[in-house]
């Protein structure tokens, strides 16, 4: 293959001056707290801090680049399951327990260092741009500020965090249960909370798949597995 053959095979790589702008801006008002980021040209930014300079990006993102609306706050857990697909735990228990085969925790777009994650989403109405922010949060519980003083709307959404993924927001003005028993103990969005209800009973979408007249062994397994997923 010629050069120029291998030229117009490679498409050029989209430039996106806005969302590149706003990773700059980030960098050059918190620098060494900008920890990663992504661009996908034309449709979206992510921008990763740290923990300690998560209130100010929020903070930052509101008062200098007009993100003055407020979207959501959550969490992400990383950690890949220990039970494997729940609706057979049972048979994944003795491989998951064990190290050989243990999947890697991937941090997805912007990197990340720890298995737990804040996102939130914010927009810029007279822009007509958003961006997402995340911020790696660690210790026991893994603690980050609260966005309350920023944006008042992060007041439920914090409460729900702190409730299904044991994440810690300082400063919170009531954390507060939304949903579950006072007594109630664990966080159900973590990754190892184990469903028992699913132990007991499997997926609605796990279902046995009778073998049909002329098919064959192999076609009636392969519709079963279509069925559950």
């Known amino acids: 293959m010629s050069s120029s053959e291998t030229d117009e095979a490679v498409e050029p790589v989209e430039a996106d001056e806005l969302r590149d702008g706003l990773v700059d801006a980030f960098r050059a008002e918190l620098g060494d707290a900008v ?6 040209p034309g449709v979206d930014v992510w921008i990763r801090v740290t923990a300690d300079a998560w209130r100010a990006a929020g903070e930052f993102a509101r008062d200098r680049l007009d ?6 706050l959550s969490a992400i857990d990383w950690m890949p399951s220990p039970f494997g697909r729940d609706m057979d735990a049972q048979e994944d228990e003795a491989s998951a327990d064990g190290d050989e085969g243990a999947a890697v925790m991937e941090q997805g777009v912007a990197g990340g260092e720890t298995r737990f994650q804040l996102l939130a989403r914010v ?5 007509g741009y958003g961006l997402f922010l995340k911020c790696d949060v660690e210790g026991d519980p893994p603690t980050a500020d609260t966005w309350v003083p920023v944006f008042a709307g992060a007041n439920w959404h914090e409460r729900e ?3 299904m993924f044991g994440i810690d927001f300082a400063g ?5 249960k939304l949903y579950l028993p006072g007594a109630f103990e664990g966080h159900p969005l973590r990754k190892d909370f184990p469903l028992l209800s699913r132990r007991v009973k499997p997926w609605p979408g796990i279902v046995d798949v009778e073998q049909m007249p002329g098919e064959d ?3 009636a397994a ?3 597995e279509g069925a559950g997923s």
Not at 172 to 176: A, E, G, K, R, S
């Open 123 to 127: 927009h810029a109405p007279a822009k």
């Open 67 to 72: 993100c003055t609306y407020f979207d959501f």
């Open 172 to 176: 919170h003005p009531n954390l507060i």
């Open 217 to 219: 062994e192999d076609e």
């Open 222 to 224: 392969d519709a079963g």
């Open 35 to 40: 920890v990663g980021s992504h661009v996908e």
């Open 161 to 163: 965090t702190a409730e």
